[in-house]
């Protein structure tokens, strides 16, 4: 059987798909056998970043109805080998896809993958639920804002409540500037106040913003700080020591930054 990795948040817009796209090439880019499924039913966006959208012919719905075999559903990456995508339906409410049927759905795939990457919508309702069951292990991504940090507090109390895996933690958009001057919290910091595990530091980038814009994704966007990131991320995942990147408050910065604004 394969891993399998949910990825949550709390909060919208804080970088889920961003993350499991490429996630999912990066793993394919090392010979890995991908499944990419976009569980955010009915509004469909991973075929986009993938660039796969006129090849999408059957859904995760039409899966879980049984109008179609796995197989037919699973669309192959014509430039990365082993990376293939269930796409969500459009059409479609996250309760409309059964419990049971997504259960069939997570262990067929495993069974012939080796990593299956569930890219989940926000929140706590029926699809994030969907993509949970106690088929995958949980990776919450949040950005280092206060209103971020409460949900993904109370994403990883759900998680407990639920007896899933316990959660490790990524966090996007961090400005290390910012956290050497200590406008923003340091990510270790903020992942010990939280009790949870982290895997990641996503540098906060104007390359990311402008290749997601592009229709490219975060690996194509030329920064290699977002790269490295991913690569680390994926490592320790599974289970690989990879270092986090440094990203520390630093008094002689602060220093010196008051010094400068006075
Ligand atoms: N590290 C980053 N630096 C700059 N911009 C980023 C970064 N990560 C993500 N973004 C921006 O944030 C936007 C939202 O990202 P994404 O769609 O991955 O979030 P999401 O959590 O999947 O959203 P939703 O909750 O709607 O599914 C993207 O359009 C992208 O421009
Ligand atoms: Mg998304």
Partial sequence: MGRVFAIISGKGGVGKSTLATALAEYYA??????????????????????????RVVFDLGDVAEKKCEIDQALIAHPALPGLRLLAAPQMMSASDVKR???RRIVNEISGQTDILLMDAPAGIGRGFKNT??????????????????????????????????????????????????????????????????????????????????????????????????VEVIAARLLGADAPLPEYRYSPILRFFNRRGEA
């Fill in 100 to 102: 049971k049927a997504m």
């Fill in 132 to 229: 949970l069951g106690n088929l995958a292990e949980p990776v919450i991504i949040g950005t280092p804002d206060d209103v971020c940090i409460r949900d993904v507090e109370r994403v990883a109390y759900v998680l407990t409540e639920m007896e899933e895996p316990r959660p490790v933690l990524v966090l996007n958009r961090v400005d290390r500037r910012l956290v050497h001057r200590g406008v923003m919290r340091a990510p270790l910091e903020i992942a010990k106040s939280l009790d949870i595990e982290l895997v990641g530091i996503i540098p906060e980038s104007q390359q990311v913003y402008r290749a997601l814009l592009r229709g490219e994704g975060a690996l194509d966007s030329g920064d290699l700080q977002v790269v490295s990131a």
């Fill in 29 to 54: 880019s090392q010979g890995k056998g991908v499944v990419l499924l976009d569980g955010d039913t009915g509004l469909r966006c991973v075929d986009l970043m993938l660039g796969l959208q006129d």
